[in-house]
Antibody, heavy 116, light 108 residues
């Protein structure tokens, strides 16, 4: 059974960084990429970027370039999304998703709250 | 960046009625790399349709995707109570991948 299990909710101060993890079922990284999508309260979905684990290469949406880093640890089948220089507008639920073109399986989401 | 515009913003219908949702792209979506997702409150999105018209695993056949180029449609033939939710289209033909703003299907 395909599973993506994300780390728990975080509360961060403005200017700090957050790192969210996404543990995938064994074998996921052999074929699929992992994307990260966020959703601000009451808002729509926003693609942030993705990682291709077999070559450990990521690409990012321009608006997050320089502030987001997506990595993967193949030994533990875990992907990570780190977002730096947090501002209040980064308060959102962050999802990871298994990707083969479309996003067919999603993690449960991680709420990141940025507040002073 | 390809901008996706969904219409209408909200669709008020009764169970058993047909729903027709539109997604228009600012430029052609190559290879029809267009997906539809359903999202309910407090849940992650669920993939319904990929490649513009292929149903994802386990998706009932009352969900139908169609279209090509810049105009795409998601149809729900007979609304079931569990179908009332927000629906998003997404293009994955070019980076950055983008989503529409969503259409809420609510009970009339």
């Amino acid at each position: 059974q395909v599973q993506l299990v994300q780390s728990g909710a975080e509360v961060k101060k403005p200017g700090s960084s957050v790192k969210v993890s996404c543990k995938a079922s064994r074998g996921t990284f052999d074929i699929y990429t992992i994307s990260w999508v966020r959703q601000a309260p009451g808002q729509g979905l926003e693609w942030m970027g993705r990682i291709i684990p077999i070559v450990n290469r990521g690409n990012y949406a321009p608006r997050f370039q320089g502030r987001v880093t997506i990595t993967a640890d193949k030994s533990t089948n875990t992907a990570y999304m780190e977002l730096s220089n947090l501002v209040s507008e980064d308060t959102a639920v962050y999802f990871c998703a298994r990707t083969y073109g479309a996003f067919d399986y999603w993690g449960q989401g991680t709420l990141v709250t940025v507040s002073s | 960046e390809i901008v996706l515009t969904q219409s209408p913003g909200t669709l008020s219908l009764s169970p058993g009625e047909r729903a027709t949702l539109s997604c228009r792209a600012s430029q052609s979506v190559t290879s029809n790399y267009l997906a539809w997702y359903q999202q309910k409150p407090g849940q992650a999105p669920r993939l319904l349709i990929y490649g513009a018209s292929s149903r994802a695993t386990g998706i009932p056949d009352r969900f139908t995707g169609s279209g090509s180029g810049t105009d795409f449609t998601l149809s729900i033939s007979r609304l079931e109570p569990e179908d009332f939710a927000v629906y998003y289209c997404q293009q994955y033909s070019s980076s950055p991948q983008t989503f529409g703003q969503g259409t809420k299907v609510e009970i009339k």
